[in-house]
């Protein structure tokens, strides 16, 4: 979305993740060259008022992982297709919710390392004994009903990656 100059930000004021993953993403928006419009809400029930403003304010809408804006993420869509903006959440669980596309470490795949991490310690081995593993890669992850929605071109060479290796919702 090359046009898109104004990014909103929501993220719930009392989920620390949520909070810290918003302040980052703030400060690279900022090194684009781009405006930042940070939104708070403190519980669910903040996001309908909140997404409306939001919608009205910017071009487009970014959700970082945070349980409260993914807990309301189908009124935020609602409320930003109403205004036909798009969607770019952090995780490829909020696509499916309803998010327009992301780029995204894959959810099962965190689980599937939080469960390696487990069953060591399972068979006595010290967490302090090796290193914290992380998921570094991600996926794409395009909500198709969503991208025709709101007539946005998906390049081809993401499209194709998305088919290969992550995921297209229907």
């Known amino acids: 979305m090359p046009q898109a100059k104004k990014i909103g930000v929501v993220y719930?004021?009392?989920?620390?993740?949520?909070?810290?993953?918003?302040?980052?993403?703030?400060?690279?928006?900022?090194?684009?060259?781009?405006?930042?419009k940070m939104y708070t809400i403190a519980n669910t029930n903040d996001m309908q008022q909140i997404s409306q403003q939001m919608a009205s304010d910017v071009d487009?809408?970014?959700?970082?992982?945070?349980?409260?804006?993914?807990?309301?993420?189908?009124?935020?869509?609602?409320?930003?297709?109403?205004?036909?903006?798009?969607?770019?959440?952090?995780?490829?669980?909020?696509?499916?919710?309803?998010?327009?596309?992301?780029?995204?470490?894959d959810q099962h795949d965190l689980g599937r390392t939080a469960g390696h991490m487990a069953a060591k310690v399972i068979h006595g081995k010290k967490p302090a004994n090796y290193p914290v593993e992380y998921v570094v890669k991600g996926k794409y992850v395009i909500n198709q009903k969503q991208v025709d929605k709101l007539n946005i071109q998906i390049p081809e060479k993401i499209m194709q990656q998305a088919h290969k290796n992550g995921r297209v919702i229907k």
Do not use: C, R
């Open 12 to 36: 719930t004021s009392s989920d620390s993740g949520g909070q810290s993953n918003a302040k980052k993403f703030e400060k690279l928006v900022k090194k684009a060259g781009l405006q930042p």
């Open 60 to 105: 487009v809408i970014y959700a970082p992982q945070d349980n409260g804006v993914a807990s309301s993420m189908k009124t935020l869509v609602n409320n930003a297709n109403q205004a036909g903006k798009a969607v770019f959440p952090a995780a490829d669980t909020m696509v499916a919710d309803g998010g327009t596309a992301s780029y995204a470490i």
